[in-house]
């Protein structure tokens, strides 16, 4: 089955224990992104991926990194956790390098940074 | 700076109504794509409808249409013959370059 996966799907950690929340997809596509949503913020995108080790920021990149060094797998990784990171987290994907085409949503990350 | 405005934070429609989310952006491209995305509470992203701001022609898949006025930078949905599984979080964007612009969403409620 088609699908982006995400794992854990709900985290409790505290502050500045670092974690990394692992995004892979089975469909072979090139971009790869990251989004936090937030009540009364909709979803803002932190780093995305147009192919294997190209990255970039989004609108919301502080406090977080990623890699891309498989084509399949881009995790997201906070270093240095803090509370202002309690968020849902979603990794998606698309088949072409950039935002155009239909974006493949993972299930969601419910991190919440005690 | 590319922004997405969705002025309605709540909508409520009766089943089998039709109901209007609005949706304006600002761009400074000419050819840029828009999208509408559903999220149930099961919290899933589910893609509703996709416009190519090039064509003129408004996009539809099934009850769900769009009204998009280029000039007015506006981009609204229309739901026909709402069901109760239409219940859900819908969020309009906007491609920036290589990036996804989300407006803050209206969250859809309907009523039997």
């Known amino acids: 089955e088609a699908q982006v996966t995400q794992n854990p799907r709900y985290l409790i950690t505290v502050t500045g224990k670092k974690l990394t929340v692992t995004c892979s997809q089975n469909?072979?596509?090139?971009?790869m992104s990251w989004y936090r949503q937030d009540p009364g913020l909709g979803l803002r995108q932190i780093y995305y991926?147009?192919?294997?080790?190209?990255?970039d920021k989004g609108d919301v990149p502080e406090g977080y990194k990623v890699s891309r060094k498989e084509k399949r797998n881009f995790p997201l990784i906070l270093e240095s956790p803090s509370p202002n990171q309690t968020s849902l987290y979603f990794c998606?994907?698309?088949?072409?390098?950039?935002?155009?085409?239909?974006?493949?949503f993972g299930p969601g990350t419910r991190l919440l940074v005690l | 700076a590319q922004t997405v405005t969705q002025s309605q934070p709540e909508m409520s429609v009766q089943e089998a109504e039709t109901v209007t989310l609005s949706c304006t952006y600002d761009?400074?491209?000419?050819?840029?794509?828009l999208f509408w995305y559903k999220q149930p509470p099961s919290r899933q992203m589910i893609l509703v409808i996709r416009?190519?701001?090039?064509?003129?022609q408004n996009a539809t898949e099934n009850r769900f249409s769009v009204n998009f006025q280029k000039a007015a930078k506006s981009f609204s949905l229309k739901i026909s013959d709402s069901q109760l599984g239409d219940t859900a979080m819908y969020f309009c964007?906007?491609?920036?370059?290589?990036?996804?612009?989300f407006g803050t969403g209206t969250r859809l409620q309907v009523f039997p």
């Open positions: 991926s147009m192919n294997v080790e190209v990255t």
């Open positions: 998606a994907s698309s088949p072409l390098p950039g935002a155009q085409e239909t974006q493949y």
């Open positions: 761009t400074s491209e000419n050819n840029y794509y």
């Open positions: 469909m072979n596509h090139e971009y």
């Open positions: 416009q190519e701001a090039y064509k003129q």
């Open positions: 964007a906007l491609v920036d370059t290589d990036k996804l612009i």
